[in-house]
């Protein structure tokens, strides 16, 4: 009798997307960037935080940086490393890793992309009950512990994501 050495498929984990929580400084806190999702595109109707995929040759911070610019139009002062959620794309069969950011804009003036049909700027409980996804929920909470001052405070030096 011979065995027959099954076929294996091995599932690959990237670091291939990040999500860029897009924040506005306002005298009651925060201001959250909730966008759109457009017909036509994937998941059409959800709220979400800034999305895309890393391009090659891009760093996470690199990638955030431009995604914001793509998606809202707008110039990111302070970027902060935040947190990394996975998810499995059952299409690929790939465990992809969206590296989270903090993005602190002072101009609340978006310009939406191809891929949003609307924004608003919430406050953190208006935001929970708007995104879509519930990672980008618990981001929200992350986010109000870590940023209560205005920046990261004494883990300034280790999340600051721009030098």
């Known amino acids: 009798m011979t065995r027959r050495r099954a076929a294996t498929r091995e599932t690959v984990v990237r670091a291939g997307v990040v999500d860029v929580f897009v924040v506005h400084p306002a005298s009651r806190g925060w201001r959250h960037l ?17 999305h895309g995929r890393i391009e090659r040759g891009e760093t996470p911070p690199e990638a955030a940086r431009r995604e914001v610019r793509e998606e809202t139009g707008l110039a990111v002062e302070r970027l902060y490393s935040l947190t990394v959620n996975p998810f499995f794309l059952t299409a690929t069969g790939t465990v992809e890793l969206a590296v989270a950011f903090v993005a602190v804009v002072a101009d609340g003036a978006v310009t939406l992309g191809d891929e949003h049909d609307a924004f608003e700027w919430l406050s953190r409980t208006a935001a929970r009950r708007r995104y879509h996804w519930p990672r980008e929920r618990e981001s929200l909470d992350h986010i109000a512990i870590l940023f209560k001052g205005g920046d990261a405070g004494k883990a300034e030096d280790v999340l600051r994501a721009d030098g």
């Open 34 to 50: 909730a966008l759109r999702r457009k017909h036509g595109v994937r998941c059409p109707g959800t709220w979400e935080a800034v």
